[in-house]
């Protein structure tokens, strides 16, 4: 399974950006999608995930109501759609899968794929 994120970039306190994650082949129609994020000196953390089913998301607390993750699956894509970024928000982003039953997964060890990362940076 193979991933590549892009879309990040540099971005004003307030701005916006969507975040792109292409897989192989068919890949997202059968597995669970996430995207985490690694500051400078920090662990990589959750941000959002979505279920290989396409019907359940879910969130970090920190990033709830400001970011939306949404499965492409025809087009072998993930978005994460960032509104209302903050300087808290800059890190390096990278998009996860992982195999298995459908469910909700927030641990890097839970993934077993990753995306190569892309760096979004707020400034204010």
């Known amino acids: 399974v193979q991933l590549q994120a892009s879309g990040g970039g540099l971005v004003q306190t307030g701005g916006s950006l969507r975040l792109s994650c292409a897989t192989s082949e068919r890949t997202s129609s059968r597995y669970n999608m996430a995207w985490f994020r690694q500051a400078p000196g920090k662990e990589r953390e959750f941000v959002a995930a979505v279920t290989w089913s396409g019907t359940s998301s879910y969130y970090a607390r920190s990033v709830e109501g400001r970011f939306t993750i949404a499965a492409d699956f025809p087009r072998n894509r993930v978005f994460l759609q960032m509104n209302s970024l903050q300087s808290e928000d800059t890190a390096v982003y990278y998009c996860?899968?992982?195999?298995?039953?459908?469910?909700?997964?927030?641990?890097?060890?839970?993934?077993?794929?990753w995306g190569q990362g892309t760096q979004v940076t707020v400034s204010s």
């Open positions: 996860a899968a992982r195999g298995g039953p459908s469910g909700f997964y927030r641990t890097v060890d839970d993934y077993a794929y």
